[in-house]
């Protein structure tokens, strides 16, 4: 157990719907990471948040938005949904910057979302 | 452009046996590399990491792995191959803004 939670673990929804995929990262984690996981293009970086702040983004959406709240946890909206988002998205996080293990990424269970 | 490389999309070793996954990386700095290992329906777990000082580093689960500089490559080995080592193996590369590169990943299969 990595520490990093996120629900929901499974979501099935249609086409064109929005949907909330929530994060908690391990305590004390400053850092919060979104990726997406597809059979097709593989482990994707989407968006990273530190302390609150957007720091760096990957190949995301701009159906897809992400923040991150005081308390840390992160929430990555997806919405307008498409065949093509059914994926598994990993949240992950990593301590304060400024320390030689702030590069480390621990990663939670992923929440499955299908669209059909 | 920095990536990540995993030649073997699919290896199988026979339990007991030893293993390498091989990891080849781009990259015009001094990278930070990672592996981690995805049981299937999981999360992925960090098996060792490498960021500066001896070029042999040990991970948990009896995993090592070997930092070539010249050869640019992060090979995973293990001694011996456990069935329970079955699963998907990814090498990753840090970038300076903590931007993580993985590689297409290496299934590994473990026969009896």
């Known amino acids: 157990d990595s520490g990093v939670t996120q629900t929901p673990k499974h979501l099935i929804t249609a086409t064109g719907q929005r949907v909330t995929l929530r994060c908690s990262p391990r305590?004390?984690?400053?850092?919060v990471y979104w990726y997406q996981q597809s059979l097709d293009q593989g482990l994707q970086f989407l968006i990273q948040?530190?302390?609150?702040?957007?720091?760096a983004k990957g190949n995301i959406l701009e159906r897809f938005s992400a923040q991150q709240f005081p308390d840390l946890h992160s929430e990555l909206n997806l919405s307008s949904l498409e065949l093509g988002d059914s994926a598994l998205y990993f949240c992950?996080?990593?301590?304060?910057?400024?320390?030689?293990?702030?590069?480390?990424?621990?990663f939670g269970p992923g929440t499955r979302l299908t669209v059909t | 452009a920095q990536s990540v490389t995993q030649p073997d999309i699919h290896i199988t070793v026979s339990e007991g046996a030893s293993l390498e996954l091989r990891c080849n990386y781009s990259?015009?700095?001094?990278?930070?590399l990672f592996w981690y290992v995805q049981s299937p329906g999981q999360g992925l777990q960090l098996l060792l990491k490498?960021?500066?000082?001896?070029?042999l580093v040990q991970g948990i689960k009896g995993f090592e792995a070997e930092f070539k500089r010249s050869q640019s490559s992060f090979n995973l080995r293990k001694p011996s191959v456990h069935w329970s080592d079955a699963a998907e193996y990814f090498c990753?590369?840090?970038?300076?803004?903590?931007?993580?590169?993985f590689g297409a990943g290496t299934r590994l299969t473990v026969k009896p």
């Open positions: 305590s004390g984690d400053l850092s």
């Open positions: 490498y960021f500066s000082g001896d070029t």
């Open positions: 948040y530190y302390n609150g702040e957007e720091r």
């Open positions: 992950a996080s990593s301590p304060r910057r400024g320390q030689e293990d702030s590069y480390e990424q621990y």
């Open positions: 990259y015009g700095a001094t990278p930070y």
């Open positions: 990753a590369v840090v970038k300076y803004n903590n931007d993580m590169r």
